[in-house]
């Protein structure tokens, strides 16, 4: 079944149509934003959010928060992930022109998700429907979303609060199955000088986690200290724009109620439009005792890609 | 041929090993910032330079300078790109837990080199040596990058100089061919304002070429206005960390000297280290008749890999 | 959402379920092999199909039924292709021990539906159901099928029957939209020397359509002559064990019932295990006026594949 | 550097040149079927090798000599391979028309080299220069070879000779390091009822080796029992098509001469055109004490492939 150019009368006969019309959906979640809005809580980002951050650069030192993607990386099945670098046309020797200009190049085989990650408002959806009300089967193409694609994030630069839950917990890594409620995070933020959210932030939270990979994969990759649900409502309704960890998944696994799957996943993505942030570690900026800052981020634009790996910049 | 695991004696074997050892190399360009150095010009940013660059937002605005990568982008051939976006686990229906969580993966299946990307410091060498007097015989595995690859980024913050070449010639686009050298650089500053470029900068030319994507993807691809000759060694005389531009190889094409095929990047990238930004779109800030500002840039950190797939942001 | 190891409890949470328990699906077609079967129509083939098919061979001549597939190839939506070759090791000089030894390797990214091509019996379901009741959702896995996996598929040697079908309607190629069906099938057998086709064949329709590929990409993809439904129904009654044409879908196009959407492949596939062929090509032995003869495949056994890319050798 | 559409001039400026003009080659393997021959010792299959094969086949038995390959098939590094199964365009539910069809697809995301495979002639060569003289600078791109492309192999239908080195050393597997010369391989032949190997035949090992994987990948992939440089010449001698065997390589590893790395690969595909067979498994055939029958392939016809995953079928 191969088409180069569908005709129209074909193209209508091959629309895929739900085969079960009549199917009840939990009520969705429209955007505070209008019917067509795709960029989410980073709406809440402002220019006075952009001043406040940059007000926060004191001395100058900018930090990557990107962890490495590669094979070795581990991730979630059935996730792959190869660099491939090859040396096109100068096979066997061979240079351009008398400057003698040789190049390397470089191809990507992998699924995104795998390393440091933004989750796109088209990465979770509750029972087939996702951000601002957009069905599952509206959206999808295997060639990529035709709403909520990663080309259609924002420009992000906010102020960041990072929580060093290894401080507050004294314990490095932050052992799994530790949630983090609103109990939690306000003790984090009166440890670190009485610190406040404030609505556009980008909430990052520091556990030691990612010290597990290489050293036990398993253990790594199966649970993970993190947000709990009441937590992900509590920074919900603070009006943040997104949050992050250094943990595959941010939220808590096992998870607090065995039923409800990545239910973080949901309040956050789905239900509020706020962009999750794996993998994300801000370990150098808590071993300076710095804990705000202006975070920047540019995920990289490919048309309809439902997530992105990225290397935010917290500068300080 | 296919070796899981090689054993010592095998692997000695296996060594590939120079077929021409007396190959005369042309003198190559050691760092000026040591011989481990794998960061070339972004040593050039001090921590002053994040704090002046911090001092240019006034505004509170922040602007991507991504373009888009898809299947669609003109892109230097063999490179070819896919993403493909699927439902792991949920075919023919399904979902998890009583949440009934859903979600969309997608993978990468293309070349790095398409759309707005970074040429990392392992991209383009001279007879085989790259950056730093690094041997691509010895760097290279199809495998990754064993030294320059882009994960070695450190990251960016710093002030960017936009240099609007359309208001400099009146002509939008630039027209292929026009060489950006001392004298356009010069002009520029002095027509926004008599503006400076300051070691560590990142300096970005607008040329409006990126609107030929889509309309005269032969033209777009095949020339394109650009840093020429004596240009590229100004600015590299200035101690700038890196250039960009909106187009898909900064430099000047036809050549301004035919036999020297992209001479302009070996002057960047082996013999400075200075990091060429291509498909970079500074039009939302030329609009604004904004020429400096706080320049953020986190390549994903994939190891060994040679350029990046990038959307710096710009704020300002 | 990346895990590595899943473990027990966590694997047992994560299994997605059916968010519509109670869907009414069609009746679904069982095996006439038993509930394990998996090799469907290829089960006709008898050691004595085996004897009288060599027994055809007469000329000693071997031909190949593959086309060519590449990235120009044109092929359905959003399959794409791409070979990449490279030589691992060797980039930048060298080879391996006094011999000099050189070697160029290759690597696939491209969907497998693409040039000559096996369908196997988990590529068409029935509203979600495939051969031999199978369910969709209980085989599916992103990393291949867990169920009629190509590399399932027996070793097929057995008689091929040719119908040419240029030389029956008197036209190259046979216009799009010709359905071949029962009259169609045996006036071409009957023309051809009063043929027979017989339990555990091979049929193989040639229309001349492939001469379209690189001439006129979009009437050969859009459209096709092809078996009809009635045809179908009349092969899968005589027991052949796999169907094919120089097509790329076998089946006519535009449909004779346009609400029919690939009802033949699903009278082939699902209702009756039959394989289905595309893109094969039956020039060479036309051309000799040789219509019956030894057709053997072995398709490439990638462990839960759907399809395969292949090459089936005629001899007679 | 991205270009869609090269103009001429600029094609020519880009045309990589030789950077060693003057290197010194080996005296090179011309083929003796012509300077355009890309077939090799396919050449040597007759019309009367078919018949001859034919009548070999005695019970209407048809077994496939193909293992599986997939994620975990141990490979040569770097190479790896994945499958990929979805549903396009019915995620979230839906099918096709009122026939509710529906269908899933699959990518391949690989190196060619892994599991059952076909050395084409374009795969090993010697200082650079492939079978026919023809120079890896003048035949490789990074999009496929220009000559020796696996597309151009001719069809396969010969006579196989299987050599049960079990039965002969009376270990299973036969150890590593075990070298198949002229004396193995007539003393198989003659314990198998002094057989003699004919001009055009493809000659099997069977070694027990492919037993090993999945239990000691490592032994598997490191080393190996094989033919010999000197049974090597010996087969060549005796113009044979193709050799293959149940191992990874073929050849006797650890080398017998560790400065001749692969020598054997050389003897065969650049220096004779006789194709190389890997990891084919011809255990069903021993089983049954059956040494001779008819050997038919024909590997998927990717343009401008290396290698091609394969999977031969057996006919007796």
Chains 1, 2, 3, 4 share one sequence.
């Not at 306000?186 to 050293?215: E, H, P, S």
Request: net charge neutral; charged share 20%.
């Amino acid at each position: 079944m191969r088409i180069t150019t569908i005709c129209a009368t074909l193209a209508l006969a091959l629309s895929f149509t739900a085969s079960v019309q009549a199917q009840a959906l939990e009520p969705c979640h429209k955007s505070k934003w209008g019917p067509d809005d795709q960029a989410g809580a980073i709406n809440n980002i402002t220019s006075a959010n952009v001043m406040d951050a940059v007000k926060l650069v004191k001395r100058g030192k900018a930090v990557r928060m990107g962890i490495e993607t590669n094979s070795k990386t581990p991730a979630f099945p059935p996730r792959t992930f190869a660099v491939i670098v090859l040396t096109p046309g100068q096979e066997y020797g061979g240079s351009l022109g008398e400057t003698k200009t040789n190049y390397n190049d470089d191809i990507i085989n992998g699924w995104v998700g795998i390393g440091s990650q933004l989750d796109g408002l088209g990465h979770i959806g509750i029972d087939g429907v996702y951000y601002n009300c957009l069905k599952g089967r509206d959206i999808v193409t295997a060639a990529g979303l035709k709403k909520l694609g990663i080309e259609n994030v924002p420009a992000i630069a906010t102020r960041a609060v990072i929580l060093d839950m290894v401080a507050l917990t004294g314990k490095d890594p932050v052992p799994e199955g530790t949630a983090f409620n609103r109990k939690e995070i306000d003790a984090a933020l009166q440890r670190q000088g009485n610190m406040k959210i404030n609505k556009g932030d980008a909430v990052i939270f520091y556990t030691g986690w990612t010290k597990l990979i290489g050293k036990d994969d398993k253990r790594y990759g199966s649970v993970e200290p993190g947000l709990g649900i009441e937590g992900a409502q509590y920074l919900a309704s603070l009006n943040v724009s997104m949050i992050g960890a250094d943990t595959w998944g941010l939220e808590v696994l096992p998870f607090e109620d065995p039923k409800k799957i990545f239910y973080v996943h949901q309040i956050l993505l789905p239900m509020n439009g706020i962009y999750i942030l794996e993998n994300v570690n801000a370990e150098e900026a808590v071993k300076d005792k710095v804990y705000e800052g202006l975070f920047t981020l540019g995920p990289s634009r490919i048309t309809g890609g439902v997530q992105a790996i990225i290397n935010p910049i917290f500068v300080y």
